[in-house]
């Protein structure tokens, strides 16, 4: 079975373009997860959604960042205008309902750095 | 504000040796606790403990929590290289269903 698929692996920009990344879920999963991880605050939750619906978006750093998730086996996470502090590995992940809402499968990130 | 801290931050230990990370967690409505493995790319779950005292196995890794004391702890047994990552501890509660909050990792090296 595949896992988790995110796409570009590694992305280099310039500060001020627009960063799109995406994650395609495990299919069947119900839970789509964003996180970000860099080595000053570790791995952290961005947002989640629940059957294509965003449930908590309280860890979106701010208005730059966008997430959407058009359908079941489709999210993307924006940033726009980029600046060099978002770089960092961003991770996308899924689960399915209960009874294993726990167990999130990570998927292999995709390393932004914005020059 | 909810705390997940997680103790050594770093260790190098010798093949064959015994190694026991710790988690502790200071959270309003405490649901599970969740260990995971990070090599050079992403996490990969390990363990889930939602109750007290009752051990959790997998092979030379194992984990317990402790509800009472706010902790949990993961040991490896046998250590070999492959063991080396870093490794993550994690706590959901019941006021955010899905959210899991990482502690900041323990670098485990294992060495020959």
């Known amino acids: 079975d595949a896992g988790v698929i995110q796409s570009p692996r590694h992305e280099v920009t310039e500060m001020g373009q627009e960063v799109t990344l995406r994650c395609k879920p495990i299919?069947?999963?119900?839970?789509l997860f964003w996180y970000r991880q860099t080595m000053m605050r570790g791995l952290e939750l961005l947002i989640y959604?629940?059957?294509?619906?965003?449930?908590?978006d309280s860890g979106m750093p701010e208005d730059r960042f966008s997430a959407k998730m058009p359908n079941a086996s489709f999210s993307t996470l924006k940033i726009q205008p980029s600046e060099p502090r978002d770089s960092a590995v961003y991770f996308c992940?899924?689960?399915?309902?209960?009874?294993?809402?726990?167990?999130?499968?990570f998927g292999p990130g995709t390393r932004l750095t914005v020059l | 504000e909810d705390k997940v801290v997680q103790s050594p931050l770093s260790l190098v230990v010798h093949e064959g040796d015994t190694v026991t990370l710790n988690c502790s967690y200071e959270?309003?409505?405490?649901?599970?606790l969740l260990w995971y493995k990070q090599e050079k790319k992403a996490p990969t779950f390990l363990f889930m403990l939602?109750?007290?005292?009752i051990e959790k196995k997998s092979g030379r890794l194992s984990s317990i929590l402790d509800k009472k004391e706010l902790f949990s702890i993961l040991n490896i047994t046998a250590t070999q290289t492959g063991d080396s990552a870093v490794y993550l501890c994690?706590?959901?509660?019941?006021?955010?269903?899905?959210?899991?909050?990482f502690g900041a990792g323990t670098q485990v090296v294992v060495t020959p």
């Open positions: 992940a899924s689960s399915s309902d209960l009874p294993r809402i726990n167990e999130q499968f």
């Open positions: 299919s069947g999963h119900d839970y």
């Open positions: 959604f629940n059957n294509n619906v965003p449930i908590d």
């Open positions: 959270v309003t409505n405490f649901r599970s």
């Open positions: 939602t109750s007290s005292g």
């Open positions: 994690a706590v959901m509660t019941t006021d955010s269903w899905g959210r899991l909050q």
